[in-house]
């Protein structure tokens, strides 16, 4: 099955805030991406948690814990715009080091 | 500076032909990956190029193969096509292999096999 386990689909009002989490079960990475993808668009990177802990970039924020083999990707003060898919993705060194996304959840944002 | 072009955006094939897919990574980025991206499947690798090396590949069968050129340039082809080969076509490039955690991807081609 897959190595990353994300929830489908997200829905929020525009100011909320929305939390996407990524359950891992691969042994050993190197470190976790997030990436966004608006319909018919291209994934665009996000953020990049080498390590433990919070990564914030304005209004989004990445948590990764290794311990508990998951992270996290947080929209704060949702815009419409924000709606998007939302990719996590790993370099699993089990698999020689390619890049394994998650199966994306779908951020809807309405009025 | 450009970003990673991908050539054709469209492409309509038949079952039983061959199609090859062109990417132009970002000027300097000589890493250039290729992925499948399908409703159901997400994201898929299909493979890694480095210095014109493939480093990685995918769980894909041989039908899809790829090649990178002196300037960093990619191609990819997939013969003998199927209806499942439909599906959009991403290539990334980025500085370097698989140390890099940030990937510029194309806007890719939608391949439709009918």
């Known amino acids: 099955g897959q190595s990353l386990e994300q929830p489908s689909e997200v829905t929020a009002v525009e100011g909320a805030i929305v939390q996407i989490n990524c359950t891992y079960q691969?042994?050993?990475?190197?470190?976790l991406s997030w990436y966004q993808q608006h319909d018919g668009g291209a994934p665009t990177f996000l953020s990049y948690n080498a390590l433990d802990g919070l990564e914030e970039t304005g209004r989004f924020s990445s948590f990764l814990s290794r311990s508990d083999s998951y992270g996290y990707l947080l929209l704060q003060e949702l815009q419409m715009k924000d709606s998007a898919s939302y990719f996590c993705a790993v370099r699993e060194r089990a698999a020689g080091n390619k890049l394994t996304f998650g199966g994306g959840t779908r951020v809807l944002v309405k009025p | 500076k450009a970003g990673v072009t991908q050539t054709p955006r469209y492409l309509i094939k038949t079952r039983g032909q061959q199609v090859t897919l062109s990417c132009s990574p970002i000027s300097g980025h000589r890493s250039v990956s290729w992925y499948q991206q399908t409703p159901g499947q997400g994201l898929q690798f299909l493979f890694e190029y480095f210095s014109e090396t493939q480093r990685n590949k995918g769980n894909f069968p041989g039908r899809f193969s790829g090649r990178q050129f002196s300037n960093s340039r990619s191609e990819m082809n997939v013969s003998t096509l199927e209806l499942g080969d439909s599906a959009l076509y991403l290539c990334a490039s980025s500085l370097v292999g698989t140390e890099s955690y940030e990937q510029y991807f194309g806007p890719g081609t939608r391949l439709t096999v009918t």
């Open positions: 691969t042994s050993g990475f190197y470190g």
